[in-house]
């Protein structure tokens, strides 16, 4: 095991999935994997993702790893699937659309099936980061799965949650309510060269003014960044888009909250994250 945790902390592939594949499968030697790692772990940031189905979220993370890469930052990302609640099986399907960093030794993508977990996560998650961490990520992107209104474990997990939203979620009312558009760092309308998209921004604008965690003097106020994520097959050279047609993935990134990763307040903790 030690052997395995030496590669691992030398960021050598299979040993980081070998490790992950221990922690999903609940093995016996999972507190000594946990004990050997600590000493590693401590400096990745990590960036949460989350959103209704179809909004756009592994596009984006797809961007955001881009525009990470671009900046030197050695990136992982755990992305979520959720599980049949008929057969237990899971499509891992995230991954298909990030396909642009398969051979790029500096990024560690991984599939995870949910595995009936409520709140948007696996199980694994916490101890499948600390994982990423030893294995020397800068910054380490989760995806959800496609969630509802009430799954919210993300933001007991992530130094910084986007919120990805597109348009047609729901009016003025719907983004009034509480629950997961409280969670937010940084509001994402993606999809925003459709009608509607002007709508979803102004009415996230209104739910701020209500007040909330937010309006408190010298508290963060999530940005409303509106993106197209641009589907896998756009080239490399083409992403981010220039902040000359709009808020780009890389001004997302240093201006709204991603790029620095300033840690904030998290919600109250999670089973998964003591």
């Known amino acids: 095991m030690a052997e395995l945790v030496r590669r691992a902390t030398d ?11 221990l922690v999903e499968n609940d093995s016996p030697v999972l507190r000594e994997v946990a004990a050997a ?17 179809g ?45 642009d960093h398969a051979t790029d030794p500096d990024v560690f993508i991984r599939s995870m099936a949910s595995r009936g977990q409520l709140g948007g996560l ?9 994982v990423l961490d030893a294995a020397r990520c800068d910054v380490v992107l989760v995806e959800t799965v496609g969630v509802g209104q009430a799954e919210v474990e993300i933001a007991s997990l992530a130094d910084t949650t986007l919120l990805v939203l597109a348009p047609g979620f729901g009016d003025g009312i719907q983004a009034a309510k509480a629950g997961i558009i409280e969670i937010a760092d940084v509001f994402v309308v993606n ?66 909250g991603a790029g620095r990763l300033a840690p904030r307040p998290r919600s109250r903790p999670s089973r998964w994250a003591r």
Do not use: C
């Open 191 to 256: 999809k925003a060269d459709r009608d509607g998209a002007d709508q979803v921004a102004r009415d996230l604008r209104y739910m701020q003014s209500l007040g909330g965690r937010h309006s408190d003097a010298g508290a963060w106020r999530p940005p409303i960044v509106k993106t197209v994520a641009a589907p896998v097959r756009v080239s490399r050279t083409s992403w981010p888009p220039s902040t000359s047609t709009g808020p780009g993935w890389r001004s997302t990134v240093s201006s709204a």
């Open 37 to 53: 790692l600590a000493p590693y772990g401590g400096h990745a940031q990590v960036v949460g993702l989350t959103g209704s189905p």
């Open 55 to 99: 909004v756009g979220k592994s596009t984006s993370t797809n961007a955001l790893v881009t525009a990470l890469r671009a900046g030197g930052k050695r990136v992982g990302v755990l992305a979520v699937d959720p599980s049949s609640p008929f057969s237990g099986g899971a499509l891992l399907g995230d991954r298909v659309r990030m396909q």
């Open 122 to 130: 696996s199980a694994a998650v916490p101890q499948a980061l600390r």
């Open 11 to 21: 960021a050598e592939p299979r040993a980081v999935a070998r490790l992950i594949s």
